[in-house]
């Protein structure tokens, strides 16, 4: 089943502790990319990959990293996590960037 | 990169006609228009898409004006489970790198 899968679904964390939630698709899609979404705000995008080793930063990159060291997988990294960073995360998969995007079933962190 | 600008939220009754409003004054002539649909606590799901006049699928028409500076979702007949939030996107298919959402349209079906 073609899909789009992340982990941890749900976390708590303290402010300061870096964290890695991962991202993984088995659609062999080239594009990439991680959201945010917060009340009132809508979906943000935070880094997305155009492809293997290419990262660019979208419209919130401010204290996350990512790396892309293989094609199916696209980790997004808090250093050291705030409690602003406390939000519901979404990755997203496609061919390219504006086909049809499959997105994951989300992450809600929690920040203290 | 088109900002989008959409109605915060609309209300319809079941078996009616829905049409949602998208503007993009500062649309591109490579860009397409797209439309995403979120339940709560899900990832947003592709509807449709288009790039001029009209394209209709089997959950949707989307109608876009010669000039493209705006474009309407239209849902026919809609039901309770077609409540859900509607996202407009406007971007670059060659390109397609960075992508902006707008704030999305809230669609409460009532019985």
């Known amino acids: 089943e073609a899909q789009v899968t992340q982990n941890p679904r749900y976390l708590i964390t303290v402010t300061g502790k870096k964290l890695t939630v991962t991202c993984s698709q088995n659609m062999n899609h080239e594009y990439m990319s991680w959201y945010r979404q917060d009340p009132g705000l809508g979906l943000r995008q935070i880094y997305y990959?155009?492809?293997?080793?290419?990262?660019d930063k979208g419209d919130v990159p401010e204290g996350y990293k990512v790396s892309r060291k293989e094609k199916r997988n696209f980790p997004l990294i808090l250093e050291s996590p705030s409690p602003n960073q406390t939000s519901l995360y979404f990755c997203?998969?496609?061919?390219?960037?504006?086909?049809?995007?499959?997105f994951g079933p989300g992450t809600r962190l929690l920040v203290l | 990169l088109a900002k989008t600008t959409q109605p915060i939220s609309m209300d319809s009754y079941e078996g009616q006609e829905v049409n949602i409003t998208c503007s993009h004054n500062n649309i591109a002539t490579n860009d397409y228009i797209t439309w995403y649909q979120q339940f709560p606590s899900q990832g947003p799901r592709f509807i449709i898409q288009g790039y001029k006049t009209k394209v209709t699928n089997e959950v949707a028409s989307l109608f876009i004006p010669a000039d493209r500076k705006s474009s309407t979702l239209s849902l026919p007949r809609v039901s309770l489970s077609d409540t859900a939030v509607y996202y407009c996107l406007v971007g670059d298919m060659g390109q397609g790198g960075k992508l902006i959402f707008g704030q999305g349209t809230e669609l409460s079906v009532k019985p």
């Open positions: 990959s155009m492809n293997v080793e290419v990262t």
């Open positions: 997203a998969s496609s061919s390219r960037g504006l086909e049809t995007q499959y």
